[in-house]
Every structure is written in C-alpha cells, then in structure tokens.
C-alpha cells in the first residue's frame, strides 16, 4: 500500500526560493494544494511567501 | 512601492516568547552603488531602525532579478535587472515605528524596493519540519469488481450432446 509523504510546515520564508520553487508549476503558478499535499495553513503560507518573493523580485510573476 | 504584512498573531505568540514582535526588512539596493559603499548604505538602514536589537542579518549581494523593476527618478524612467539584495531582522518594542521605517526607507534613493513583514524569531529555513505520512489510503490500486458467484445448473448429457452437436454442424 502506498504510502504518500506530506510536507508539513507552518511558515516559509519568501527569501527561500529553493523550497517555494518545489510548489510551482513551470508558468509559475501556485500549485493546488492537492498536488502540494499541504495542510490549509501551509498552503497560505506558501502563497503568502510566493507573493512576496514575486513583488521582491525573487521569482516572477509570469514565465512564458 | 512598499508591503507590510502580518504573520497570524498564533505563529508570532508561539515564536516571540517574550512578547516583542519581530519585523524584518528586506531591501534592493541599487547596482550602481560600488561593492565598498555598501557598507555606508546599510548602515544608514541600521540607524533607522533605531533603538531596535538587530538579531539577524544578511548583508547585500549582488543578484539577477527575476523581472526588470522601473522606477521614475528625476524625470526619467530607469530600468534595473540587477540590485544587491540585503535583509534585517529586528526586534521592536513599538510596532507603531516600522511605519516611520517604512517612510524612511521610501524617501531612501539608493533603496529600489523594500519590504517590511513581521516574522518569527527562528528562521524559517532552519525550522524542523514535520515529515508526515497519510493514513493507509488505497491510492493507486485498481478497484476490482466483485466477482459474481457463477450460476452453476445441472445439464443433462443428452442435451450437452445435442449442443456439442449443433456447434460442429
């Protein structure tokens, strides 16, 4: 039986672009939080750390 | 251009035992200033944040930015790829102050861009996460059919014979 490994994290900093990166798709777009597993609260972490590493030019917003 | 945000005050209460919040300032400084002038500028940040106990920092270097930030300086648009990026990490008595920090930092013309967040003691890199693993979910495995118990009747030979009969003509 397959067993499904489920990142856990409360907060995640927008200066580690590493990790966020993990959870984007290759448009750069947030992925669902049925494919990044995440619990409610990680997952708006995640979108909080990716908006503000795209308004400091961290990441973009668009990749075409 | 300027962004303050707040962390949910349950994570911050967690983090901040003894009840002073935590801000951190990120900042893009501009990349003409030379590598031996940085030193001044985030110095001239420093004195900004003023009575502030600095807990973490990481001094400006040189990065590629992921889209070119305009920005109108006397009269002319200017576009950057590059900037030295820098952070700080700080502990405030007042959070009314990082509002004076924030239009300090605005009126700084060697600052391209900042942001102000309130944050957590720890860094977040550094936290331990929790690896969990989901309950024994049947994902993946086919769902099978029920197999249906063969209706099974007694035929007679006679017939059986007949049948056989029929098929090989």
Known sequence: MAKEYVPQFNTIDYKDIETIKKFLNPHGKIMARRRTNLSSHGQR???????????????????? | MAETSQVSPEISSQANADGRPVYEVGFHLLPSIPEEGLGAVVEKIRTLLGKAEIIAEGFPAKMTLAYTIERAHTGKRD???????GWIKFVVEDRSNTQALQESLRTMPEVLRFLVIETTREDAKEAPRRAVFSSDRLEGETIKKPVAAEKGGEVSQAELDKSIEALTG
């Open chain 2, 79 to 85: 576009k950057f790829t590059q900037s030295y990026f």
């Open chain 1, 45 to 64: 972490a995640l979108s909080e750390a990716v908006k503000r590493a795209r308004f400091m030019a961290l990441l973009p917003y668009i990749v075409r």
